[in-house]
């Protein structure tokens, strides 16, 4: 662990926050109803992919993986499906559990080295590893953070019709 992130890490690290802006920015003004509306046929609404996110993504590669939370680790596939979010939870507590997963990440990226080697690695899920350090898990998250940010812009058009960024 350093005491201070590199360039590198500040770099990606940046990509990282800029996606995790835009997922915490589509459903910004959307009403709890809609933010539980499916939109699609395979039935996901917007805040089970943000829980997805906060639980799956980012509680799960930075905090198991990248360190190997063992809490985390044992809590695996106990919490059910994240992408379920049942109607007693409210909206807010599925953002800022989002907000939080994201908090504890940074701290944990800023005091790692990029080429540091996994703490632990999910077998049973992946088989062997197919990423080795904390630069590979910053470009997987980013990638899926980037990916699912997608998904949530064309839920919103559908909801109400909203686009994050339009250029003419």
Same mark, same amino acid.
């Given at each position: 662990?350093?005491?201070?992130?590199?360039?590198?890490?500040?770099?990606?690290?940046?990509?990282?926050?800029?996606?995790?802006?835009?997922?915490?920015?589509?459903?910004?003004?959307?009403?709890?109803?809609?933010?539980?509306?499916?939109?699609?046929?395979?039935?996901?609404?917007?805040?089970?992919?943000?829980?997805?996110?906060?639980?799956?993504?980012?509680?799960?590669?930075?905090?198991?993986?990248?360190?190997?939370?063992?809490?985390?680790?044992?809590?695996?596939?106990?919490?059910?499906? &994240?992408?379920?979010? !049942?109607?007693?939870?409210? /909206?807010?507590?599925? +953002? $800022?559990?989002? %907000?939080?997963?994201?908090?504890?990440?940074?701290?944990?990226?800023?005091?790692?080295?990029?080429?540091?080697?996994?703490?632990?690695?999910?077998?049973?899920?992946?088989?062997?590893?197919?990423?080795?350090?904390?630069?590979?898990?910053?470009?997987?998250?980013?990638?899926?953070? &980037?990916?699912?940010? !997608?998904?949530?812009?064309? /839920?919103?058009?559908? +909801? $109400?019709?909203? %686009?994050?960024?339009?250029?003419?």
């Amino acid at each position: 662990m350093t005491a201070a992130p590199g360039l590198e890490i500040r770099t990606l690290l940046s990509f990282l926050h800029g996606q995790r802006r835009h997922v915490l920015g589509i459903p910004d003004g959307l009403d709890a109803d809609a933010l539980r509306q499916p939109v699609l046929p395979s039935g996901w609404n917007c805040l089970g992919l943000v829980r997805h996110l906060a639980l799956d993504v980012e509680q799960f590669w930075f905090r198991a993986v990248v360190v190997g939370e063992e809490d985390v680790i044992k809590s695996l596939g106990h919490g059910g499906d &994240a992408w379920q979010v !049942g109607p007693e939870v409210p /909206a807010a507590a599925i +953002l $800022d559990r989002y %907000r939080t997963e994201t908090d504890l990440a940074d701290t944990i990226i800023s005091a790692t080295a990029s080429d540091t080697p996994l703490a632990w690695w999910p077998h049973h899920l992946f088989g062997e590893p197919h990423l080795h350090t904390l630069r590979d898990v910053l470009l997987h998250v980013i990638t899926e953070t &980037a990916c699912h940010a !997608g998904h949530l812009d064309a /839920a919103r058009e559908l +909801l $109400d019709g909203r %686009r994050w960024m339009v250029l003419t």
